[in-house]
């Protein structure tokens, strides 16, 4: 069965510090892989995703990851931090055997330090 | 274009009480999802609807119904709520975008329940 892994369910950087979190997948074939980010009281909103149209994937406000399937990871890195980077962060990937159900990393907090 | 709504944003019930989940999604997408949230959980599927007329169970069914009453809307509801039932709700909804060939999933705002 398809999975992913997030390394770290909480990360703390500095403000202008670069951006780093972990998510390793388990699967066969090149799944379909996302980046939600959630912010306090609100809901998930799509940060990214891979759907293998290019290794290096760009997303909304500065994030980008990198689907690397000799590691099978695909890790969140943004370049300077900010603010209002704050919230949580799920890595996510859909299984080959069903084109619409999702499976949910536990998450990582991102704090940011001053 | 709205998205995934859904109502109320918070609601507290009574042990025992009823009520009903509202969702809706202006996208056309086919599939709809509804999911809750407890701290150190992460997010755990309820019920899904794969199209318009079907539904199918998540993990964590029991103590809920749903009815797909339309492509719009996927509603949520609550027989006889009990406190392990207070969560954060969420509702989602899947299409293809272009070029893709699987789908991706948006996610309504959430709905906090407590359930005293």
């Known amino acids: 069965a398809q999975s992913v892994t997030q390394l770290g369910s909480h990360v703390s950087v500095s403000e202008g510090a670069l951006v780093l979190l972990r998510c390793n997948y388990s699967s066969s074939v090149p799944p379909y892989l996302f980046w939600y980010v959630q912010y306090p009281n609100q809901g998930l909103q799509l940060l990214l995703k891979y759907t293998s149209a290019a290794t290096l994937v760009k997303g909304i406000n500065g994030f980008e990851a990198e689907f690397k399937k000799s590691e099978t990871s695909f890790h969140l890195t943004k370049p300077s931090a900010h603010m209002s980077d704050a919230a949580e962060y799920f890595c996510a990937v859909t299984p080959w055997s069903s084109a619409s159900k999702i499976i949910f990393g536990s998450g990582t907090r991102l704090s940011i330090r001053p | 274009n709205a998205g995934v709504t859904q109502t109320p944003k918070f609601q507290v019930l009574k042990t025992g009480q009823s009520m009903t989940l509202q969702c809706a999604q202006d996208?056309?997408?086919?599939?709809m999802y509804w999911y809750r949230q407890d701290p150190g959980m992460g997010l755990r599927l309820i019920y899904y609807?794969?199209?318009?007329?079907?539904?199918d169970k998540g993990e964590v069914p029991n103590g809920y119904n749903v009815s797909r009453l339309n492509k719009r809307e996927f509603s949520l509801r609550l027989e006889s709520a009990a406190p392990s039932q207070t969560s954060v709700y969420f509702c989602a909804s899947s299409g293809r975008d272009r070029g893709d060939y699987q789908e991706t999933q948006y996610f309504g705002p959430g709905t906090r329940l407590l359930v005293l």
């Open positions: 996208m056309n997408h086919n599939s």
């Open positions: 609807s794969a199209s318009e007329g079907t539904t």
